[in-house]
């Protein structure tokens, strides 16, 4: 999620999707990103506020902290 800078038409086509989406069906977002760098990472302006407003209703957020899980399950496996 929002691993490369994303186009107008992109911003556009996340905004529809988010729409139909809202209080209809669930949808896990998984990033590296932090929910401050959201609003950025989605192109600024009115679209990613709306965007926002509507991931962010009804949310839970499950953060992993800094722990990398690479290493942590490559050491499970050892």
């Not at 996340?14 to 209809?24: A, G, P, S, T, V």
Request: aromatic share 12%; proline share 0%; with cysteine.
């Amino acid at each position: 999620w929002l691993m490369d800078d994303i186009s107008d038409e992109e911003q556009h086509f996340i905004f529809e999707l988010i729409e139909r989406r809202h209080d209809e069906a669930s949808t896990i977002f998984c990033t590296q990103y932090k929910k401050d760098d959201w609003f950025d990472r989605l192109g600024g302006g009115v679209h990613a506020d709306a965007i926002l407003d509507r991931i962010v209703h009804n949310a839970i957020f499950v953060e992993t902290g800094s722990m990398n899980m690479r290493e942590f399950c490559a050491k499970m496996h050892k």
